[in-house]
């Protein structure tokens, strides 16, 4: 824009020149020069470039964990996502933090720093979050820094939440998963574990007429070996 006048004035320059400038624009690049006038009422001429420049930026960046879905996540690590912004100088980094309890009726963690730093916000913000509790609730909030080293506040509630569980696992299929050309009287058994000790159930299905048809099923399945007749 055009040269202003500040309306600050400095009227004793024999013991040194300054002024309190209060950058009214707000966020955004400033140049300055100074005009001295004497007790003889000569004023200095305006010189033709800018004696000094500086930046101003007052502006605290911001960010949040994206909404999780779904609620229940099965494998580690996760990729989870987040939104950044910051209206100065630029995001500099958005980093991960999270709390967790095991059940909904135990009591939440502390706010943990995950560790996860994403270096590279203006581009997408992600971090691969490895779930290092184990089974449970996770909560999640980021915080975000700019280039002149502004921290966003630490809020007052998670941005996001999620629940971790593994898959069971399958093993000793007799015959195995997807057999074909298997008797008419096939002898079916399976063995299945869950890490976490979570109730299961079998679904037992077949394959005659290109289309899979559920038989049968095992509920409330513990750990261990179980048989079917088809």
């Known amino acids: 824009g055009g040269w202003v006048n500040s309306g600050l004035v400095d009227t004793d320059p024999w013991v040194g020149v300054s002024w309190v400038f209060s950058f009214g624009n707000g966020t955004g690049h400033?140049?300055?020069?100074?005009?001295?006038?004497?007790?003889?009422?000569?004023?200095?001429?305006?010189?033709?470039?800018?004696?000094?420049?500086?930046?101003?930026?007052?502006?605290?960046?911001?960010?949040?964990?994206?909404?999780?879905?779904?609620?229940?996540?099965?494998?580690s690590p996760h990729s989870l996502t987040g939104t950044a912004v910051d209206l100065g100088n630029g995001l500099q980094s958005v980093e991960l933090y999270y709390r967790y309890r095991a059940s909904n009726?135990?009591?939440?963690?502390?706010?943990?720093?995950?560790?996860?730093?994403?270096?590279?916000?203006w581009s997408g913000v992600s971090w691969d979050f490895l779930f290092a509790n184990g089974t449970g609730h996770y909560e999640f909030y980021s915080l975000a820094l700019d280039n002149n080293s502004y921290l966003e506040p630490y809020p007052s509630v998670a941005d996001a939440r999620c629940g971790f569980d593994r898959l069971p696992v399958i093993s000793n299929e007799v015959p195995p998963n997807r057999s074909l050309g298997v008797g008419v009287l096939p002898q079916l058994c399976v063995t299945v574990g869950d890490g976490n000790g979570d109730v299961m159930s079998i679904v037992w299905s077949s394959n005659s007429s290109g289309a899979w048809v559920v038989f049968g099923q095992n509920a409330s399945c513990s750990n261990g070996s179980y048989r079917w007749t088809n």
């Open 30 to 75: 400033y140049e300055f020069y100074s005009i001295a006038s004497d007790n003889a009422s000569n004023v200095e001429s305006p010189p033709a470039s800018a004696d000094a420049r500086c930046g101003f930026d007052d502006q605290i960046p911001s960010s949040y964990v994206n909404p999780i879905s779904p609620y229940w996540i099965a494998f």
């Open 105 to 121: 009726v135990s009591e939440w963690g502390g706010w943990v720093n995950s560790g996860l730093v994403d270096t590279t916000p």
